[in-house]
């Protein structure tokens, strides 16, 4: 199986057809069950329905009738809010009996909440819903829904029924919208390269999401989560935090499917933490497209360290304390260049002049680092 186009967006794989056979079937026997020994009507609602209930109704060994409703709410990949019956079913078809409306699938509940109303104004006997797809992060009704046959996040499909524009529901099995990525990238260099100023930028600007662990530490040891009390033990110890604690901090914030791309600062520092990284990573089918590398030459660092101690009053404001940080800088942290250079993902900025000048710079290399294919 590989990715498709309809129109002008890219879909690719996602649930299988063993998977939706089994889910189909599933709902055949759980809808027999409840039906016991009367007769269902089932509302088929078009178009999207029209392989899940003709798939349904193969496996359903019981007495049934089916009706066709038809209604329309999206425009392209999202609901629009208004449901619009296009065809409508008669009341003495419906009323008194046991009645099963057939989905393909449930997203804002906009669709189900008018046909749900609308249905029971034709008084049957029992209203039940059966859809085969639902997105519990995008459902905002308080409609029970009666039988389910996959949960699926909030992400666009299409395929078995479903349609993209209309395109796309003879697909036999179903297929999501492309992620669309920005990019992962470390932001490297020594202590007053200015990583966390540009890092800032750049996040607001290309809206990616911003892995500080200094501030990542902070943010939980605050809200005292359970990896913030463990990480505040080291601390308090004058230790580092353990890989481990930090490695679970990140996996937290680059699990959420909403996250367009990452910004790391201040961590690898290691080889051994570059190497903790690309296995979470693609643990997660991400990869770290780059490590740009930000270039100031030593006595500016120290002159601008020098400078910031003033200012904020860290600890870390004499000359030796910053010499010494550096020389950690070029022991420890430096080798993860080469680690990312053996990759081919290394890129240098210079990292002289105004905040706006290395700005525009690190903007100008980002946009012609090469994402590599993420499937
Ligand atoms: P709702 O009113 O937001 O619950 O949307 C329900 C209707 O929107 C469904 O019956 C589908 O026609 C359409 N829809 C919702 N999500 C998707 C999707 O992921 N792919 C294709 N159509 C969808
Ligand atoms: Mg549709």
Do not use: C, W
Request: avoid cysteine; aromatic fraction near 10%.
């Amino acid at each position: 199986m590989k990715r498709i186009q309809l129109h002008d967006k890219i879909f690719e794989p996602y649930i299988d057809k063993n998977t939706i056979a089994q889910a189909v079937s599933n709902l055949a026997k759980k809808i027999e069950e409840y039906a016991g020994s009367d007769s269902i009507v089932f509302i088929v609602v078009l178009k999207g329905s029209f392989i899940f209930a003709a798939d349904l109704a193969k496996q359903y060994t019981k007495e049934a009738v089916f009706e066709f409703y038809r209604l329309k709410s999206y425009e392209g990949t999202y609901s629009s809010g208004n449901v619009n019956i296009l065809v409508d079913i008669e009341a003495d078809l419906i009323k008194g009996k046991r009645v099963v409306v057939l989905e393909d699938i449930v997203d804002t509940g906009n669709t189900l909440e008018k046909i749900m109303s609308e249905l029971a104004k034709k008084q049957p006997a029992d209203l039940k819903i059966a859809t085969l797809f639902y997105k519990p992060n995008a459902y905002k009704k308080d409609i029970p829904l009666d039988f389910i046959g996959i949960e699926i996040p909030n992400v666009f499909i299409v395929g078995y029924g479903l349609d993209y524009d209309e395109l796309g529901r003879n697909l036999p099995e179903i297929y999501r919208l492309k992620k669309e990525k920005m990019i992962d990238f470390i932001l490297f260099g020594p202590p007053g390269a200015g990583k966390g100023t540009q890092a800032k930028i750049i996040k607001d600007k290309l809206g990616l999401t911003y892995i500080a662990t200094g501030d990542m530490f902070r943010n939980h040891i605050k809200n005292e989560t359970p990896l913030g009390i463990k990480a505040k033990e080291f601390i308090q110890r004058g230790d580092l935090v353990p890989d481990e604690i930090t490695i679970d901090m990140i996996k937290e914030i680059i699990s959420d499917p909403e996250v367009k791309g990452l910004i790391f600062d201040g961590f690898p520092r290691t080889v051994k933490q570059a190497e903790f990284l690309d296995k979470l990573m693609s643990e997660k089918d991400l990869i770290i497209d780059a490590l740009i590398a930000l270039d100031v030459p030593e006595e500016l660092l120290v002159n601008r360290l020098l400078e910031r101690g003033k200012t904020s009053g860290r600890s870390d404001d004499n000359e030796e304390t910053i010499k010494y940080r550096l020389q950690q800088y070029h022991t420890k942290t430096e080798p993860v260049k080469e680690y990312y250079q053996n990759q081919g993902k290394y890129y240098e900025v210079d990292g002289v002049g105004s905040i706006e000048e290395v700005n525009q710079r690190l903007l100008d290399v980002i946009s012609k680092i090469k994402l590599r294919d993420r499937t």
